[in-house]
C-alpha cells in the first residue's frame, strides 16, 4: 500500500480507478470508497458505518379532489432517464383511482404508456407500488405527465411519487 502525505496530482490522466466489483468491497475505515458495479453505486465509510451513494432519485405531485379526467404534468426531464418504481396512495373514504402515467417530448401527443393497463390506486395507508413497466424507458428532453380515468369513492387527495435514475 502507498500512503499519501499531500495533495494527489493525477496530471493529465483521462481516467481514475477505485476498488470496484460485483456487490462491491469492503469500506470499513473512514474514508475508503469503492464502486459496486452490481447495484450501481458508490459506497464509502464515514466513520461510524458505510453509507451509498444511491442513484435513485424521485419526484412526487399530491392533487386534490381527484375527478375523472385528470391531466396533470408531474416534471420535465432533460436527461434520459429510466422508472424504476410509481409509489401512489389515496386519501378519502373507499378512494379508488384508475391512473396513467405518459410520457413524450411532445406534451401534446398522446404519450408513451409507462403502465400499459394503468394502475388502480385504492391504498390509503401504505401506498400501492407499482414496479413492473411496459415502457420505463424516457427519452431526453421528455414529460412526464399523470392521467386518471376512472374515479370511484370520495378522493380527497392522490399522492404519486416517481422513482427514477438517470440513464448514461
Known amino acids: 500500500a502507498t500512503t499519501f502525505t499531500n495533495v494527489v496530482d493525477a496530471g493529465g ?9 460485483a456487490g462491491g468491497t469492503t469500506v470499513n475505515a473512514t474514508g475508503e470508497v469503492c464502486v459496486d458495479s452490481t447495484s450501481g453505486t458508490v459506497n464509502f465509510y464515514d466513520g461510524t458505518a458505510e453509507r451509498v451513494i444511491q442513484p435513485i432519485m424521485s ?10 379526467a385528470e391531466d396533470i404534468s408531474i416534471f420535465f426531464t432533460d436527461d434520459a432517464i ?15 383511482v384508475l391512473t396513467f402515467n405518459r410520457h413524450h417530448t411532445d406534451r401534446n401527443n398522446a404519450g408513451n404508456l409507462v403502465v400499459t393497463a394503468g394502475n388502480t390506486i385504492t391504498s390509503t395507508t401504505t ?9 420505463a424507458t424516457v427519452p431526453a428532453d ?8 376512472t374515479v370511484s ?5 392522490l399522492h404519486v411519487t416517481i422513482f427514477y435514475r438517470q440513464d448514461p
Open 13 to 21: 490522466a483521462t481516467s481514475f480507478e477505485i476498488p470496484n466489483g
Open 59 to 68: 419526484k412526487s405531485i399530491t392533487i386534490e379532489d381527484v375527478v375523472t
Open 82 to 96: 429510466t422508472i424504476t418504481k410509481i409509489v401512489a396512495v389515496c386519501t378519502g373514504s373507499s378512494p379508488s
Open 127 to 135: 401506498g400501492s407500488v407499482i414496479t413492473s413497466f411496459n415502457d
Open 142 to 149: 421528455s414529460f412526464i405527465w399523470l392521467e386518471t380515468t
Open 153 to 157: 369513492g370520495t378522493i380527497d387527495s
